[in-house]
């Protein structure tokens, strides 16, 4: 059958159909646009134009640096540039281009038209590009955040200037955005694959995004709660960290560690991935050890959550803790090497040409493994004793994150530059940026060995002369001068208009993955049509493929109803089940975002009464594009999609088979771990502290904690039992249920929250109020979102959105309130009984 | 029809679903190794001090654990070992389209997470066994 010709005529029909549903929108809507080619790019330059910034910031601090007794910088200026270069680079810059990258590549990857929820990705990107200008502009008005970008309480919490709210709110906003960008690309590589790409045979670099995006929906999260603690006693005086009342500094530093740690894998993954692509295309053959990389992966995900205390070696735990950690630390070196290992056999064995993103590769293949060797080095609790604070801990992690990130990063922007942007970047301006940032990050960071071996601590805005530190410090800033140099290049050559430059050929470096069957000139379809796969480099594996897919031979050629479709499939064998509407361009996107904003900014000011009412318009125009653009019933005799090659999916799925399913499931993974950490929080001040719960304090009310919780779960339970005998056509039993759920939801909520506010816990008086207090308002806040959803299934119910055949929300709804449920019933345990058995 | 393809899903999903999860198990294990010699220690130590007794009490509860979560790692490893089949075709590429290639691919790969996962126990029991005091 896929040898059949197709006639002439249906297939140019077919391409017209596929143009005129994905062009992009033109003139002012242009910003309107959410097909993931578009949102990628965008979300690719502002992470640059961040990392820039950063960057600039890191030249004024070498600046300063350059000769003892300096004047050039005051010390608080000199504080908040070292504080925003670090937070603007790991969070404006690394984790952002990461999820940038995939979203511009992953569809490439996998044959897909589009990701799964494109409006999530372009929300995403507009809430990174209203925090990350928010933060950064701090700086140019001298409020940025000081405390360096750990933010270190009681530093932190006690700095005056509104540094530290912008840094806590700032940043949690763009979390939001990282989250959701880490839901939808897991759910994009678990069911947007090509029919036929099995589990075994997926890009590796979809490998990588499902570790990188399983570790940030646990890593971000107890960062989240971190800073809802500290935002509480920032605004409010409630004294998690303040050891007068109880409070313990250092369960910041396990929350902001657990994430922190991760987060160093999180940067270093994705761009390792990026090298699984341009190895094999360099050695021109299949990568050695498939199944090796995926453990080392999978085993490094796990593995870096071990290491978060080798941060706090020097913060007085006990001695058999820190060995726990360091042992932790030494043996994620394991899966680490492997991975490294495993490039250099396919280089070995293949026949190595040494292109331009190769030569990124070595690069980076030379300075990481110096960077991991120092890490050996300040694994072990003895040697990070000495070393601890001072540069040898700067150099060791700038050649971790430039050996690791950013020259595997610059090798990923050459290589697949083409399939971007269908033109080439320059050869011999690479070659340039190439030595000149390898040269001048070798003298920049290599003498910072020397100089904290010498004893230089971090973060001294100044030095006297006679330490002997001189020479090195000029030497670094001098480097510094140099690798700036070799951006400035890479960015003239980047953004010089390309207009009379010819295009690159269709697959220039002859790779082997499916990316590279795009069509050049640029078609917005992503596919012409959605191929059958049956091997890990189907490029040269598969013969004809690319013919077949350019004549719209596979699934999908044509649009007969100008919407846009893509193929869902299922997790592990990738059969398709649905064919899948996804949206197109919008303005609600761009409004939610910018009232998502609202709600975080504002509280930046202690504005409160505009903070509420941004969040609460954030949340309608959510409602509005769920509504609008989501779960919509197919008009009947249109519900089945003819796919071609003789298959006939159904445009409509609930449940697992249904990618929304799958979202809320990933997200909710994503909560539940913040709400652990709370819980964490809970017993930490319990081992850490012996007067938690001080003597003859009052607890929550138990009458009230026990009904409330019993209410609650009958909510959860009504949802659930509406799921069931909706889908048995009991329509009025259904909306019965449906209105019991939301009120039993209410008048839980409220018995939760007099069983602590009737109770006499004043929050602001010791630590453990607070955490009581804390643990509530998480717990209401999650079933006050739990009652909007019963509504909007309500509604759903009584305008049709929501029949017995077709109940999406109501599988989603119910999803989350079993996660709902689960929070009620640990809440009301912590708060209710832990107390008092303690 | 429409119903019977939407149900494909979940009878993948249960089909495979033994050896999807085996792949997070060896992990798994470790983590809550780690996370309970960690929070046992912490524990001990803050509220006990450094009641020599006490310790002594926790380490040889800590190695008992290791050697349960060890074991645990090996069963994990060893199912895996049988459903990756080596010695029967001396596969480990596995690149080929196939149930029998996927379902070989990630017995392999959980075999291998068991392995790294062993170590990794080891590694974090080491302290266990040579640290005689918290501090």
């Known amino acids: ?838 | 029809m429409a119903k019977t393809e939407q149900d494909e899903e979940r009878r993948t999903l249960s089909e495979e679903a033994d050896s999807l999860w085996m792949i997070t198990f060896a992990g798994s294990i470790w983590a809550v190794h780690f996370v309970v010699c960690y929070g046992a220690t912490a524990a001990v130590c803050a509220k006990l001090g450094g009641d020599a007794a006490a310790i002594m009490t926790l380490r040889l509860a800590l190695g008992g654990f290791t050697l349960l979560a060890l074991a645990g790692i090996a069963f994990v490893g060893w199912r895996s070992w049988v459903q990756w089949d080596f010695l029967n075709d001396w596969n480990y590429e596995h690149a080929l389209a196939g149930k029998e290639h996927r379902h070989e691919f990630l017995g392999h790969a959980s075999f291998l997470l068991s392995i790294i996962s062993f170590i990794g126990v080891i590694y974090v029991s080491l302290p266990v066994l040579v640290l005689e005091t918290c501090q």
Not at chain 1, 139 to 155: C, D, K, R, T
Not at chain 1, 184 to 212: D, Q, S, T
Not at chain 1, 666 to 679: K, N, Q, Y
């Open chain 1, 1 to 838: 059958m896929l040898a059949a010709p197709v006639d002439k005529e249906a297939r140019d029909r077919g391409a017209e159909q596929l143009r005129e549903t994905w062009k992009t929108p033109k003139g002012f809507r242009y910003c309107t646009a959410v097909n993931n080619s578009e949102i990628g790019k965008w979300y690719a330059l502002s992470a640059f134009f961040f990392m820039m910034c950063a960057g600039v910031l890191g030249l004024l601090i070498r600046v300063q640096l350059a000769v003892p007794d300096n004047d050039f910088l005051s010390a608080d200026r000199f504080n908040q540039f070292f504080t925003m270069h670090g937070s603007a680079m790991m969070f404006l810059f690394a984790v952002p281009m990461f999820e940038a990258i995939s979203i511009l590549l992953l569809p490439g990857f996998l044959g897909a038209r589009d990701m799964p929820f494109p409006r999530l990705s372009a929300y995403g990107f507009w809430c990174f590009l209203i925090g990350g200008i928010f933060v950064m502009s701090s700086v140019l008005f001298g409020v940025a955040p000081n405390s360096g970008w750990f933010m270190y309480p009681p530093l932190a919490t006690e700095a005056e200037g509104m540094g530290s709210d912008i840094w806590l709110l700032g940043l949690s906003f763009i979390e939001v955005a990282s989250i959701a960008a880490a839901v939808e690309l897991i759910v994009g590589v678990l069911k947007c694959r090509p029919p036929g790409m099995r589990i075994n045979l997926m890009p590796l670099y979809a490998w990588y995004v499902l570790v990188v995006g399983g570790m940030i929906l646990f890593a971000f999260p107890p960062l989240i709660a971190g800073d809802f603690l500290f935002e509480l006693q920032r605004s409010f005086d409630w004294p998690f960290f303040d050891p007068e009342r109880g409070g313990d500094p250092m369960l910041w530093q396990h929350l902001f560690w657990i994430f922190g740690h991760p987060e160093v894998y999180i940067i270093f993954l994705p761009s390792i991935a990026i090298a699984a692509m341009v190895v094999p295309t360099a050695a021109q053959r299949p990568i050695v050890g498939y199944s090796w990389i995926v453990l080392s992966a999978v085993g490094t995900g796990f593995l870096s959550f071990g290491l978060w205390v080798h941060h706090m070696f020097t913060t007085g735990l006990p001695s058999m803790s820190l060995g726990f950690f360091s042992a932790a630390s030494e043996a994620v070196v394991i899966p680490t090497g492997i991975q490294l290992f495993a490039f250099v056999a396919t280089l070995m064995v293949g026949r190595v040409k040494m292109s331009l993103p190769m030569l990124f590769i070595s690069g980076a293949l030379a300075i990481f493994t110096a960077g991991g060797l120092t890490g050996v080095m300040v694994a072990l609790a003895p040697f990070d004793w000495q070393a601890h604070d001072t540069y040898f801990v700067v150099a060791h992690l700038h050649y971790t994150l430039f050996g690791g990130m950013v020259f595997p990063l610059m090798a990923g922007v050459y290589y697949f530059f083409p399939f971007i942007t269908k033109k080439t970047l320059s050869k011999r301006a690479g070659r340039i940026v190439f030595w000149l940032l390898f040269v001048g990050f070798n003298v920049t960071f290599l003498p910072m060995h020397l100089t904290g071996l010498m004893g230089m601590p971090r973060r001294v805005y100044t030095y006297p002369s006679v330490m002997g530190w001189d020479l090195l410090n000029l030497i670094s800033s001098v480097g510094a001068f140099i690798v700036a140099a070799g951006f400035v290049v890479f960015a003239i050559d980047l953004l010089r208009p390309r207009g009379r430059q010819p295009f690159a050929p269709r697959n220039p470096w002859n790779a082997g993955t499916l990316e590279w069957s795009h069509d050049v000139p640029e078609e917005n379809w992503g596919v012409r049509s959605v191929p059958y796969i049956t091997s890990r480099y189907p490029l040269w594996e598969q013969e004809n493929l690319v013919e077949r897919m350019d004549e719209g031979r596979f699934y999908l050629p044509d649009a007969p109803e100008l919407k846009r479709e893509t193929l869902v499939t299922t997790v592990l064998d990738a059969k398709p089940i649905q064919c899948l509407r996804v949206t197109g361009p919008t303005w609600i996107t761009i409004v939610a975002a910018v009232f998502t904003g609202g709600a975080f900014i504002f509280p930046t000011f202690h504005w409160y009464p505009p903070a509420i009412f941004c969040g609460g318009v954030a949340i309608a125009s959510v409602i509005y594009w769920l509504w609008t653009a989501t779960s919509q019933i197919p008009e009947k005799g249109k519900d089945v999609r003819d796919a071609g090659l003789s298959l006939k999916l159904p445009v409509y799925a609930s449940g697992p088979a249904s990618v929304g399913w799958w979202g809320v499931w990933i997200t909710m993974l994503g909560d539940a771990t913040a709400f652990a950490s709370l819980v964490f929080g809970f017993v930490f001040y319990w081992t850490a502290k012996p007067d938690f719960p001080p003597a003859g304090t009052e607890h929550a009310m138990l009458s009230y904690l026990a009904l409330g919780v019993a209410a609650l779960v009958a909510s959860w339970a009504s949802i659930y039992r509406a799921r069931i005998v909706n889908h048995q056509g009991k329509v009025a039993t259904t909306r019965t249920l449906l209105v019991a759920a939301p009120l039993l939801a209410i008048a839980g909520s409220g018995l939760f929250y007099l069983s602590v506010a009737n109770a006499d816990l004043d929050p602001t008086r010791h630590v453990y109020p607070a955490i009581v207090w804390a643990v509530m308002i998480w717990t209401i806040v999650h079933t006050g979102g739990g009652v909007i959803m019963q509504c909007y299934c309500l509604a759903g119910a009584v305008f049709g959105k929501v029949t017995p055949e077709h109940d999406a929300d109501l599988w989603n709804v119910t999803l989350y309130w079993h996660f709902v449920c689960l929070t009620v019933v640990v809440a009301g345990l912590t708060i209710g009984l832990m107390p008092r058995v303690m």
